[in-house]
């Protein structure tokens, strides 16, 4: 695996080695063992950095730099005669081993330490041209003490070269994963794969995890809401044409309604002069009625006048008769004549207009009775005509009382269909008053209705305006959810 902390780690090693294998001539400048500083340095320097070179992710090149380092440590113990303090490279090269982040790397430095001083040890023990501690410490206890402060060191340093190698790959996936995530400019990428074995990245899995089902969920709501935003915008622009014909419905019903008020007010006032008119009509028949009845009685008492003086004039003409038959007995009669002309007269006046001709006769008989004496030869003449007189003066008497009768019965008809008029006339009184009175009530229900529909309008007209604030309203909401569904289009998952 191509680490990028083993690439700084090798470059840091490059100079670590140089920087021993020059250490490794100071030295030799001041113990003369120029051979060993350049001979068996340049036998451990060479293969490490061959390798750093070529194979430099390579398991064996780290391993290889780990031996090389604790090489030239035991040069430089060698060179400087076992020196204590010379020791102290060992446990600073350990630390500088923990940049690689690999236990295993620590494990084989500290064993090359550890073969290291035990060989020396025994091969400096039997006198043998090598050092690993003052010629006066070679002792198996300060070998025992080293040992322990680097086994002590190279646990501690594995375990945390084991903690930061966890630590570290889970950054450099957690930042792998980030580069992939935003690899395509504008928009993110999270349906990346996760290593869900590392209990580093548990956490940052946690969060891509939940990024993926929040936008995943979001996206969803989402595209209901911009389905559910278009269905509203729809029922928006329907409302709002429907508030549009209902205003101009309801437009329609106020000029309407406002025209049969002024139509109910102007039949009501029709109706209110038919009502006085039909009252007056009524009065006027109930007039003419009395009126009929008036002649009708009048009528009657002149047919029982007429038949009256039919009777007389009858009664007349048969005395003219007995006048006739008893022309001899004038003279002596003629204070009775004279009252038979006298009650002629009485009667004549009773019969009135028609009797004015028979009061001539009765006016002339008394001066006939007057005159008896005087004109007896004239009484014969004068009866005669006087009788055919009478007998005309009966025809036309029961003429008269035919048309009396006739009349009466027209006065009697005309008194019946007034009485049907009067009482047309009221019903249609009392129908043009309930006529009046509904047209009226109508009328002011007519402004009622005017007045709910002034307020229907008003009301139609906030309704618009609302619909018209919820349209901007939800055309806004449409634009944010389609910004919205821009910057979540951005999120792969």
Same mark, same amino acid.
């Given at each position: 695996?191509?680490?990028?902390?083993?690439?700084?780690s090798?470059?840091i090693?490059?100079?670590?080695l140089?920087g021993?294998?020059?250490?490794?001539y100071i030295?030799?400048?001041?113990?003369s063992?120029?051979?060993?500083?350049?001979?068996?340095?340049?036998?451990?320097?060479?293969?490490?950095?061959?390798?750093i #070179?070529?194979?430099?992710?390579a398991a064996?090149t780290?391993h290889c730099?780990?031996i090389?380092?604790?090489l030239?440590?035991?040069l430089?113990i060698?060179?400087?005669?076992?020196?204590?303090e010379?020791?102290?490279?060992?446990?600073?090269?350990?630390?500088f081993?923990s940049?690689?982040?690999?236990?295993?790397?620590?494990?084989s430095?500290?064993?090359?330490?550890?073969?290291h001083?035990i060989?020396f040890?025994?091969?400096?023990?039997?006198?043998?041209g090598?050092?690993?501690?003052?010629?006066?410490h070679?002792?198996f206890?300060?070998?025992?003490?080293?040992?322990l402060?680097?086994?002590t060191?190279?646990a501690?340093?594995?375990?945390?070269?084991?903690?930061?190698?966890a630590?570290?790959?889970?950054?450099?996936?957690?930042?792998?994963?980030?580069k992939k995530?935003?690899q395509?400019?504008?928009? #993110?990428n999270?349906?990346?794969?996760l290593?869900?074995?590392?209990?580093?990245?548990?956490?940052?899995?946690?969060l891509?995890?939940?990024f993926?089902?929040?936008?995943?969920?979001?996206?969803?709501?989402?595209k209901?809401v911009?389905?559910?935003?278009?269905q509203v915008?729809?029922?928006?622009?329907?409302?709002e044409?429907a508030?549009?014909?209902?205003n101009?419905q309801?437009n329609m019903?106020?000029?309407?309604?406002e025209?049969m008020?002024?139509?109910?007010?102007?039949?009501a006032?029709?109706a209110a002069d038919?009502?006085s008119?039909?009252?007056?009509?009524l009065?006027k028949?109930?007039?003419a009625?009395k009126v009929?009845?008036?002649g009708?009685?009048?009528?009657a008492?002149?047919?029982e006048q007429?038949t009256?003086?039919a009777?007389?004039?009858?009664?007349l003409?048969?005395?003219?008769?007995?006048?006739?038959?008893?022309?001899?007995?004038?003279?002596?009669?003629?204070?009775?004549?004279?009252?038979l002309?006298?009650?002629?007269a009485i009667e004549?006046?009773?019969?009135?207009e028609h009797?004015?001709?028979?009061a001539?006769v009765?006016?002339e008989v008394?001066?006939l009775a007057?005159?008896?004496?005087?004109n007896?030869?004239q009484i014969?003449?004068i009866?005669?005509?006087?009788i055919t007189?009478?007998?005309?003066?009966v025809?036309q008497?029961?003429?008269?009382?035919?048309?009396?009768?006739?009349?009466?019965?027209?006065s009697?008809?005309?008194?019946?269909?007034?009485?049907q008029?009067?009482?047309d006339?009221?019903?249609?009184s009392?129908?043009i008053a309930?006529?009046?009175?509904?047209?009226?009530?109508q009328?002011?229900?007519?402004?009622?209705?005017?007045?709910?529909t002034?307020a229907?309008s008003?009301?139609?007209e906030?309704?618009?305006?609302y619909?018209?604030t919820a349209?901007?309203?939800?055309?806004?909401?449409?634009?944010?959810?389609?910004?919205?569904?821009q910057?979540i289009?951005?999120?792969?998952v």
């Amino acid at each position: 695996m191509q680490y990028p902390w083993i690439t700084k780690s090798n470059r840091i090693f490059i100079g670590v080695l140089i920087g021993q294998f020059l250490l490794s001539y100071i030295v030799a400048f001041y113990t003369s063992t120029w051979l060993e500083a350049t001979f068996i340095g340049l036998a451990i320097i060479a293969l490490p950095l061959f390798l750093i #070179f070529s194979q430099p992710f390579a398991a064996v090149t780290r391993h290889c730099v780990a031996i090389a380092i604790q090489l030239f440590a035991a040069l430089h113990i060698h060179q400087a005669q076992g020196l204590i303090e010379i020791h102290f490279e060992i446990f600073v090269l350990l630390a500088f081993l923990s940049f690689y982040r690999d236990w295993r790397v620590i494990l084989s430095s500290v064993l090359v330490v550890a073969i290291h001083h035990i060989s020396f040890f025994i091969l400096q023990s039997q006198g043998v041209g090598v050092f690993i501690f003052e010629p006066s410490h070679v002792y198996f206890y300060i070998l025992v003490i080293h040992a322990l402060f680097a086994i002590t060191e190279a646990a501690l340093l594995m375990f945390v070269a084991k903690v930061s190698y966890a630590e570290a790959k889970a950054s450099l996936q957690m930042t792998e994963t980030i580069k992939k995530i935003l690899q395509t400019q504008g928009s #993110f990428n999270l349906s990346v794969e996760l290593d869900s074995h590392n209990k580093q990245l548990k956490g940052f899995n946690q969060l891509i995890s939940s990024f993926q089902q929040f936008i995943s969920s979001v996206s969803a709501v989402n595209k209901d809401v911009t389905t559910l935003s278009k269905q509203v915008a729809e029922v928006s622009r329907n409302v709002e044409q429907a508030t549009a014909n209902t205003n101009e419905q309801v437009n329609m019903i106020a000029t309407a309604t406002e025209e049969m008020t002024v139509a109910n007010s102007d039949v009501a006032e029709r109706a209110a002069d038919m009502n006085s008119f039909s009252q007056t009509a009524l009065a006027k028949a109930n007039a003419a009625n009395k009126v009929i009845t008036s002649g009708s009685n009048e009528m009657a008492g002149l047919r029982e006048q007429l038949t009256n003086a039919a009777e007389t004039i009858d009664s007349l003409a048969s005395k003219c008769g007995q006048i006739n038959e008893v022309m001899e007995a004038i003279r002596t009669i003629s204070e009775q004549t004279n009252l038979l002309a006298l009650n002629a007269a009485i009667e004549s006046a009773r019969a009135g207009e028609h009797g004015r001709g028979f009061a001539v006769v009765a006016d002339e008989v008394r001066q006939l009775a007057m005159s008896t004496r005087e004109n007896t030869e004239q009484i014969s003449g004068i009866i005669t005509t006087l009788i055919t007189d009478a007998q005309q003066s009966v025809e036309q008497m029961n003429e008269c009382k035919e048309r009396a009768s006739s009349a009466d019965n027209i006065s009697f008809n005309a008194k019946s269909e007034i009485e049907q008029v009067v009482k047309d006339i009221a019903n249609i009184s009392e129908n043009i008053a309930y006529v009046a009175t509904a047209i009226e009530q109508q009328s002011t229900a007519s402004q009622s209705i005017s007045r709910s529909t002034q307020a229907l309008s008003s009301t139609s007209e906030e309704l618009k305006n609302y619909s018209d604030t919820a349209g901007e309203t939800f055309a806004l909401l449409h634009k944010n959810i389609e910004e919205l569904d821009q910057q979540i289009a951005r999120f792969k998952v």
